[in-house]
């Protein structure tokens, strides 16, 4: 799982969570999904067309250096985390 918020553009910070390795045009990429939509999938929302971002080891290790991308193992962490960085706290959207 990785933390990311960019203020220009989001309201919140959000969680993603590797689903998968995919292979794009020959080179091999994580497939990440929103942790929004993994938890309506839990519940047993239906979604039509989940966001994924598919980002490479090296675009994925740049931005964690950057300090954009932070890693987590456990979603209690989150609280922390924000925090820490001065972002806002993360709350997942259940939609209902």
Known sequence: MVMFFNP???EKPQVWVKATN???GGKEVSVFV?????????IGQT???????CIGDNYYGMMVREGKFV???DLRETDSICKRNGWPAYVIDFGF
Not at 34 to 42: I, Y
Not at 47 to 53: L, R
């Open 71 to 73: 890693p987590l193992d």
């Open 8 to 10: 220009l553009c989001m």
């Open 34 to 42: 929103n942790n929004d939509d993994l938890v309506r999938l839990s």
């Open 22 to 24: 995919e292979t794009i």
């Open 47 to 53: 979604m039509h067309s989940p966001e994924q971002w």
